[in-house]
């Protein structure tokens, strides 16, 4: 019966199981050969977003989703030559390859032979072949490209940094996450801080560097030197950035966003630097920053009250530097302190007097809180979002 309701409409199971993850597409290709079809062979679009699997797709296809308006297109999977969709398809303005394992700077090469002035977005997360000689294509022939990604592409170095310096003057968005290669020189290259490197890519907004290790505070230098319309930044996982290295972001007036998540050198003293600087932050993590504690939040009382959004888990922050903090920050929407373990009551009833606008909160794992501290928040007249992961009412609190 399920074949023959698969063959019978094989379109909507197409549809339906174009929803589906890799993971959840493997199981119903089980089912039957028609199931197959319908999750891996079948080519879905919706609106003017196409995600396809070139396995055994026809090379015609192509066009005729081009005549549909389809412009984004998503590769889920990748056995053809990628040169059949950029051939089929001279409009696109966004083609995603994240995860195709097996894509290859030979069969990138193959498919970036002329420039496409079209494209603005490119995602090649976790293309973990792609090396240096996949960007100087890209720089060539993308040079109106704006949105980069090359998380998890670990064998990028300093070298493709600098071909994206000389030929991608337009991106706005550069995701490098993982990227172990990149040093201080790479970021030089970007921020237009060498010869080499022409102008740079002076029009970055969006700049992610999580867990590239090889990083230091110069690399932060150059940043709000040569980036300086940077508005997001994330260094969450950077090791080898340090409090003198706030000192260079403090003065970045374009900066809302800055992620030091798990930064193990950021100490008080680097959010007081923060704090003294002519900073405009709307979001700040340092969560995982074991040298983060009550000081800190002194500090981002006085320089940083204009936060909206605030992350501070695992750190070692108690009520009382709750208590410093919660009378100058009216707008604030989201606080994180999950894992601050010294947290109880008393912070929650500072909170909740005080933070009236909070629209979320994470209390995960703040284990010395009772009911009476979680009643008071809940009381909170804009609270959509509140996570008490680990938390447990003692047998006495069960009772009353």
């Not at 230098?221 to 000192?247: E, Q």
């Not at 606080?335 to 008393?346: A, E, F, P, S």
């Amino acid at each position: 019966m399920e074949t023959h309701i698969s063959c019978l409409f094989p379109e909507i199971l197409a549809m339906i199981f174009s929803y589906l993850d890799v993971r959840d597409k493997g199981r119903v290709a089980q089912v039957c050969i028609a199931w197959k079809d319908a999750s891996y062979h079948k080519s879905v679009w919706r609106g003017v977003e196409a995600k396809l699997h070139l396995r055994r797709a026809n090379p015609s296809l192509f066009p005729s989703l081009q005549a549909r308006g389809i412009r984004r297109v998503q590769i889920l999977s990748l056995r053809r030559s990628l040169s059949y969709v950029i051939q089929g398809m001279p409009n696109i303005e966004s083609l995603n390859l994240s995860g195709c394992y097996n894509l290859t700077d030979n069969g990138l090469g193959h498919a970036f032979v002329q420039e496409i002035p079209s494209l603005r977005v490119l995602n090649l997360s976790l293309c973990k072949q792609i090396t240096d000689s996949s960007l100087g294509r890209i720089a060539q022939y993308l040079k109106n490209l704006e949105v980069l990604e090359l998380g998890g592409c670990s064998n990028i170095t300093n070298t493709g940094l600098l071909l994206i310096a000389w030929g991608l003057h337009r991106l706005k968005s550069l995701n490098l996450r993982s990227c172990r290669h990149v040093s201080d020189v790479g970021i030089g290259h970007l921020a237009g801080m060498t010869r080499s490197a022409a102008e740079g890519c002076l029009n970055l907004e969006y700049l992610t560097l999580q867990d590239c290790q090889k990083l230091t505070d110069l690399s932060l230098k150059h940043i709000s030197k040569g980036l300086t319309k940077l508005r997001v930044l994330n260094l969450s996982f950077c090791g080898g950035i340090s409090d003198a290295g706030m000192i260079h972001l403090s003065h970045m007036g374009s900066l809302w966003s800055l992620n030091l998540r798990s930064c193990d050198n950021i100490s008080d003293t680097g959010t007081m630097h923060l704090a003294m600087g002519t900073l405009r932050l709307s979001g700040l993590d340092v969560s995982f920053c074991d040298k983060i504690g009550d000081q800190s939040l002194a500090y981002i009382a006085q320089g940083l009250y204009q936060l909206k959004s605030l992350s501070l888990c695992s750190c070692h922050i108690s009520d009382d530097g709750i208590n410093r903090m919660v009378r100058q920050m009216h707008e604030l929407r989201t606080l994180n302190i999950g894992q601050c373990v010294r947290i109880t009551d008393k912070g929650l009833e500072l909170i909740a007097d005080h933070l009236t606008q909070l629209a979320g909160i994470d209390l995960y794992g703040c284990t010395k809180i009772t009911k009476r501290g979680l009643e008071r928040i809940t009381q909170l007249p804009c609270l959509k979002v509140l996570n008490l992961g680990l938390w447990q009412m003692t047998e006495s609190e069960k009772v009353r």
